[in-house]
């Protein structure tokens, strides 16, 4: 009776605490049209879902963005070459920095851009229309 009563907590415990870890990432490379350095990126996510965008940038250059959402809900993290979302911290925190900014890009690579919810409405599985203004400028102010 005790090894069944503890399996099914296991079990429980397993289900339970690992919702965030079926959310869904739909990773997207970003191309600008010819002859111009800016594009809105358009999308819907849901719950623990994210979309994530990748783009190529030369270090010096600076990334402009604004992200706008249903209900103010979208945030973006934007991460450096090599760093991925839940593996290193993010060169901009949308939840504490803003909605909109500009970063000075660091190195010459792949950038990741994540656009999520925050944990408390994700939960309740809330559906999130976004927009994401981009613009890459070639020089340092």
Do not use: C
């Not at 965030?20 to 809105?40: C, D, I, M, N």
Request: aromatic share 10%; proline share 4%.
């Amino acid at each position: 009776m005790k090894k069944s009563l503890g399996i099914a907590i296991l079990a429980a415990s397993v289900v339970l605490g690992s919702a965030p870890a079926f959310a869904k990432s739909l990773e997207t490379a970003v191309t600008f049209k010819k002859g111009t350095y800016s594009t809105s990126l358009k999308g819907t996510f849901k719950g623990y879902d994210d979309a994530r965008y990748t783009l190529h940038a030369k270090a010096g250059q600076r990334l402009k963005f604004k992200t706008t959402s249903t209900g103010d809900l979208a945030y973006i993290n934007i991460y450096a070459p090599g760093d991925k979302p839940g593996k290193a911290e993010a060169l901009w925190i949308g939840s504490t920095a803003g909605s909109a900014g500009e970063v000075i890009l660091p190195s010459t690579g792949q950038y990741t851009l994540q656009v999520y919810q925050m944990r408390n409405t994700a939960r309740r599985g809330k559906s999130v229309n976004f927009k994401v203004d981009i613009q890459i400028l070639n020089q340092v102010p």
